[in-house]
C-alpha cells in the first residue's frame, strides 16, 4: 500500500517536472519571438505575440477561423480516410501475395518519390477548384507513409504463426484476417500516424493554390493583404491542431494496441 502510494507521489512529481521544463520552453520561445519582433520594429515582418493573439481573437469572434479550420479538418480527414481504406488492405494483400506484390511493387516505387505538391496541377485539372482536390492531394500524402508502413508490418509476421495456422486448417481468408492483420496492426498504427501528419500538412499546401476556404486559404488571403499577425495565426492554429491529432492517435494507439504490441 504505501509502496503504491510512493509510486504515485514518484510518477506526479515526475509529470510536474515535464511538465514545468515544457512550460519554460514555451516561456523561451515567446521571449525570443518578442525580442526578435523588437528588434525587427516592423510589424509587417514580424508582428509580436500581443498582435497574433489580438488577431486570433477578432478571427474567433467574426467567425472566420471555425469556418476555415472545419472546412481544412473535413478535407484531411476525408482525404486521410480514403488513403488507410487504400494503402491498408493493399499493402496487407501485397505481403500476403507474393505475386500480387511483385506485380504492383514496380508502381508503387515509381510513384512514392512523387511529391504531393507535384500532384496539385493535375489535380486541379482533373476536379477543379474546392474540396475534390484537396481530397485528391491529402489522400496521395497520407497513402505512402500509411502504405509504407503496413508492407513492413505485414512482411513481419513469423512463420512459425503462419505454419501453425495452417497445420490447424487456417485458409488464406483466415491468415489474412487472423494473423496477418493482428501481426501488422502496431506498424499500422505508426503508418495511419505518420500520415494523418503528412495529410495535415499537405491539405495547407492545397488549400494555398486550389481552395476558397480553409487555414491554407486564410494564409495566403491574409498575406496578399500584408496582415502578417492573422497569417501567423493561421500557422499557429496549424501547429496547435496537428498537435492534437498527433496525440489523440498516440492515445488511441495505446490503449487499443496493447494487446497486440505486448504479444
Not at 521544463?21 to 514555451?26: C, P, Q, S, T
Not at 508490418?153 to 485458409?171: D, Q, T
Not at 491554407?216 to 491542431?241: P, S, W
Request: positive net charge; hydrophobic residues 60%; contains cysteine.
Amino acid at each position: 500500500m504505501l509502496r503504491a502510494i510512493a509510486d504515485r507521489i514518484n510518477v506526479f512529481n515526475i509529470s510536474l517536472f515535464n511538465m514545468a521544463w515544457a512550460v519554460a520552453g514555451i516561456v523561451l520561445f515567446l521571449a525570443v519571438w518578442t525580442a526578435a519582433s523588437s528588434l525587427t520594429g516592423n510589424p509587417v515582418l514580424l508582428p509580436d505575440p500581443v498582435a497574433v493573439v489580438v488577431g486570433f481573437i477578432s478571427l474567433v469572434g467574426d467567425g472566420t477561423l471555425l469556418t476555415d479550420v472545419q472546412a481544412s479538418m473535413r478535407r484531411v480527414l476525408g482525404g486521410f480516410a480514403i488513403a488507410a481504406c487504400a494503402a491498408v488492405p493493399l499493402a496487407l494483400l501485397m505481403a500476403f501475395s507474393r505475386r500480387i506484390g511483385l506485380l504492383l511493387t514496380p508502381v508503387i516505387t515509381f510513384l512514392r518519390p512523387i511529391p504531393p505538391i507535384a500532384w496539385i496541377p493535375i489535380a486541379i485539372l482533373w476536379f477543379g477548384i474546392g474540396d475534390p482536390p484537396s481530397y485528391f492531394i491529402t489522400a496521395v500524402a497520407a497513402f505512402f507513409p500509411i502504405f509504407i508502413n503496413s508492407y513492413a508490418g505485414g512482411h513481419s509476421v513469423r512463420p512459425e504463426h503462419v505454419h501453425a495456422a495452417r497445420s490447424l486448417g487456417a485458409g488464406p481468408q483466415a491468415l489474412f484476417m487472423r494473423i496477418y492483420l493482428p501481426s501488422a496492426m502496431p506498424m499500422i498504427a505508426t503508418g495511419l500516424r505518420i500520415g494523418l501528419g503528412q495529410s495535415w500538412m499537405a491539405v495547407v499546401t492545397a488549400e494555398l493554390i486550389a481552395a476558397h476556404s480553409g487555414l491554407g486559404y486564410m494564409i495566403q488571403a491574409n498575406r496578399l493583404a500584408l496582415e502578417t499577425g492573422l497569417v501567423l495565426v493561421g500557422m499557429c492554429v496549424i501547429g496547435i491542431l496537428g498537435a492534437l491529432m498527433s496525440v489523440l492517435l498516440e492515445v488511441l494507439e495505446r490503449r487499443v494496441l496493447v494487446p497486440w504490441k505486448t504479444a
